[in-house]
């Protein structure tokens, strides 16, 4: 099946800095990529789309201006955690779908764990 | 797209087939079942989705009510290594190809 990574796996910052975090579709092009965020024993939840070329889409009660997202190819697609806080701290997931057809599987990423202190 | 509804938790022995329940009594004509697992701290993994028919691949099989309003993920021979949470999603066929998550049943496979 198609992979989807994501760098870093894991990351620890300190309050009040910005933590990037990528997401790539190595073996198929991805002009759609979703993040998600997933705190301890909870579901994952949608934060936004990203689309290629063009701006993203926010969920409901997400904030564009914290969590910048910029799919810049066919193949990445970034998360900018901006001035991150404690409760920041979560697991993000992103996924892609592969393939042209509309029922097409999503493909996620491994996570990445942010610990904001 | 349509709310599905799950056991929050299930046990199953090592060997066993786990049938996984999964109710969504409003899913449209146009809109497929998909089974997704996390195992722990890792992305989710797809495992399968159909329509109205019956489906099978190597990890599972999935069986969908004539009516639609239900569905059962089936993995015929649990191991250790199933122990997850299975999510059942009803979604569009379009081309947003969004999943919208519920809560899920987290599935504990014991020797």
């Known amino acids: 099946g198609a992979v989807v990574s994501q760098h870093p796996s894991w990351v620890i910052c300190k309050s009040g800095t910005s933590v990037k975090i990528e997401c790539r579709s190595l073996?198929?092009?991805?002009?759609?990529m979703f993040w998600y965020r997933q705190f301890p024993k909870q579901s994952l939840m949608l934060m936004a789309t990203?689309?290629?070329?063009?701006?993203?889409?926010?969920e409901q009660g997400v904030e564009k201006d914290k969590f910048l997202i910029n799919h810049a190819s066919l193949t990445l697609s970034t998360l900018t955690v901006t001035s991150a806080h404690p409760e920041d701290s979560s697991f993000y997931i992103c996924?892609?779908?592969?393939?042209?057809?509309?029922?097409?599987?999503?493909?996620f990423g491994p996570g990445t764990r942010l610990t904001v202190l | 797209d349509a709310k599905t509804t799950q056991p929050p938790s299930m046990d199953c022995a090592e060997g066993r087939a786990a049938n996984l329940p999964c109710n969504h009594s409003?899913?449209?004509?146009?809109?497929?079942v998909y089974w997704y697992r996390q195992i722990h701290s890792q992305g989710p993994q797809y495992i399968i989705h159909g329509l109205k028919n019956n489906e099978t691949n190597e990890m599972a099989s999935l069986i969908i009510t004539e009516d639609r309003k239900s569905s059962t993920l089936i993995l015929p021979h649990a191991t250790l290594r199933d122990t997850a949470v299975y999510y059942c999603i009803v979604r569009y066929t379009g081309t947003a190809s969004k999943l919208t998550f519920g809560t899920g049943t987290r599935l504990q496979v014991t020797l």
């Open positions: 996924s892609a779908p592969a393939g042209l057809a509309a029922y097409n599987e999503q493909f």
């Open positions: 073996d198929f092009q991805a002009t759609t």
């Open positions: 990203s689309n290629e070329g063009s701006k993203a889409t926010y």
């Open positions: 409003t899913i449209s004509g146009n809109e497929y």
